[in-house]
């Protein structure tokens, strides 16, 4: 099992920036993938930005161009980082990871870190 712990969050005025990361508790191997999601107030969870085994990378059109995500595979940590905030991008920030193991699909969540943006 693998634990994926977020940190980074915080308040911030509009067209500030916030860097998150995501360490994982354990190396992992065959990672499909590995990203993070935006939930916010009476919303629905959301991709923001995704990286894949084969270095594509995703992006929700929202944050295309001011948001860059990232992976280090040697401290087995993702990262998020948010340029140019607006209000809109709230929410609480989900790390996921998606990875096989022995053929069997795995897919873990982090506890969320809170993002807020002031206008």
């Known amino acids: 099992q693998v634990q994926l712990v977020e940190s980074g969050g915080g308040l911030v005025q509009a067209g500030g920036s916030l860097r998150l990361s995501c360490a994982a508790s354990?190396?992992?191997?065959?990672?499909?993938?590995m990203g993070w999601y935006r939930q916010g107030p009476g919303n629905q969870r959301d991709s923001v930005a995704r990286i894949f085994d084969s270095g594509t990378i995703n992006y929700a059109d929202s944050v295309k161009g001011r948001f860059t995500i990232s992976r280090d595979n040697t401290k087995n940590t993702v990262y998020l980082q948010m340029n140019s905030l607006k209000p809109e991008d709230t929410g609480v920030y989900y790390c996921n990871v998606i990875y096989f193991v022995m053929g069997r699909r795995e897919e873990y969540w982090g506890q969320g870190t809170q993002v807020t943006v002031s206008a």
């Open positions: 354990k190396r992992i191997f065959s990672i499909n993938a």
